[in-house]
């Protein structure tokens, strides 16, 4: 991967670290799925009347916006409104490229080098060493439901990769169509209108910017450049750099949400740090 491509994969990564600081603050205004619908409905209309059809199977749409939009923010929403801290949610999302890369061998007949291979298991085990110390009386629902998001993170890499377009963003404005109709059926199963009233009669000026956040910066800039890289680049390639997330997370939730690190966090993150680099 050129140096430029690896810089820009590493700006998308900090763009969805604080990320997750900005969907905590959005959670304040609005129910879980709700607001992810909102996210990809301001994001499909009106952007597909201006943007091309995809070059790829409608099929492939349909897996990528069932995959991304609804399993994966669909599913992180709901577990950080039932009790998933930001800066753990930051730490279970890089996951992904533990199903990501055997699924890419499995689905796409990728090789990862021995190096990679290293590198994203060292990293893992850093993960896990950070998870060990912040989910302690975190709900187990809701760190099962961020490793569900994780797992259909990785199944839409595997997909976008295996469409191969070359108009990554078409592909990201027309999935974002998939999700809207699905998110608010379940949101008014789980929710309901009563929810809704009560969201639309209190927001606020930081629900407001947080969904504009989640909205242009999140997903135009950050899902548009990973596409754009996974329609490059191996996926096994592309994915570790999310590794970085619960480094820069953890701080990031400590200076804005004041969940405070421990030393067997850093330490954690250190070894992400290290296996990052092999990756």
Same mark, same amino acid.
């Given at each position: 991967?050129?140096?430029?491509?690896?810089?820009?994969?590493l700006?998308?990564?900090?763009?969805?670290?604080?990320?997750?600081?900005?969907?905590?603050?959005?959670?304040?205004?609005?129910?879980?799925?709700?607001?992810?619908?909102?996210?990809?409905?301001?994001?499909?209309?009106?952007?597909?009347?201006?943007?091309?059809?995809?070059d790829?199977?409608?099929?492939?749409?349909?897996?990528?916006?069932?995959?991304?939009?609804?399993?994966?923010?669909?599913?992180?929403?709901?577990?950080?409104?039932?009790?998933?801290?930001?800066?753990?949610?930051?730490?279970?999302?890089?996951?992904?490229?533990?199903?990501?890369?055997?699924?890419?061998?499995?689905?796409?007949?990728?090789?990862?080098?021995?190096?990679?291979?290293?590198?994203?298991?060292?990293a893992?085990?850093?993960?896990?060493a950070?998870?060990?110390?912040?989910?302690?009386?975190?709900?187990?629902?809701?760190?099962?439901?961020?490793?569900?998001?994780?797992?259909?993170?990785?199944?839409?890499?595997v997909?976008?990769?295996?469409?191969?377009?070359?108009?990554?963003?078409?592909?990201?404005?027309?999935?974002?169509?998939?999700?809207?109709?699905?998110?608010?059926?379940?949101?008014?199963?789980?929710?309901?209108?009563?929810?809704?009233?009560?969201?639309?009669?209190?927001?606020?000026?930081?629900?407001?910017?947080a969904?504009?956040?989640?909205?242009?910066?999140?997903?135009?800039f950050?899902?548009?450049?990973?596409?754009?890289?996974?329609?490059?680049?191996?996926?096994?390639?592309?994915?570790?750099?999310? $590794?970085?997330?619960?480094?820069?997370?953890?701080?990031?939730?400590?200076?804005?949400?004041?969940?405070?690190?421990?030393?067997?966090?850093?330490?954690?993150?250190?070894?992400? $740090?290290?296996?990052?680099?092999?990756?």
């Amino acid at each position: 991967m050129p140096r430029r491509h690896a810089v820009l994969a590493l700006v998308v990564a900090i763009c969805w670290v604080v990320n997750f600081v900005v969907i905590d603050i959005g959670l304040e205004s609005f129910p879980p799925l709700l607001f992810a619908a909102l996210r990809f409905g301001l994001i499909a209309f009106p952007a597909i009347f201006f943007v091309p059809r995809p070059d790829v199977r409608w099929l492939a749409v349909v897996a990528v916006g069932l995959f991304i939009c609804v399993g994966q923010f669909g599913l992180l929403f709901v577990a950080m409104n039932t009790g998933l801290p930001a800066g753990l949610a930051s730490v279970i999302a890089p996951l992904q490229p533990v199903f990501t890369i055997p699924l890419a061998v499995l689905a796409l007949g990728e090789r990862p080098s021995l190096r990679q291979v290293a590198g994203v298991s060292l990293a893992v085990a850093g993960i896990g060493a950070i998870a060990a110390g912040r989910a302690h009386g975190v709900p187990l629902q809701a760190v099962a439901l961020g490793i569900a998001s994780a797992a259909a993170w990785g199944c839409g890499n595997v997909v976008t990769r295996a469409a191969g377009t070359k108009r990554p963003f078409s592909l990201l404005v027309w999935s974002s169509v998939v999700a809207p109709v699905p998110l608010l059926g379940l949101s008014l199963i789980f929710e309901g209108t009563a929810r809704w009233q009560s969201a639309a009669s209190s927001i606020d000026a930081s629900g407001i910017a947080a969904l504009a956040y989640v909205v242009v910066v999140s997903t135009f800039f950050g899902y548009g450049v990973w596409y754009w890289l996974l329609s490059r680049h191996p996926a096994s390639t592309v994915a570790p750099f999310t $590794l970085l997330v619960p480094v820069v997370g953890i701080l990031t939730a400590w200076l804005v949400r004041g969940e405070h690190p421990t030393w067997g966090e850093l330490l954690g993150s250190l070894i992400v $740090l290290v296996g990052l680099t092999l990756a």
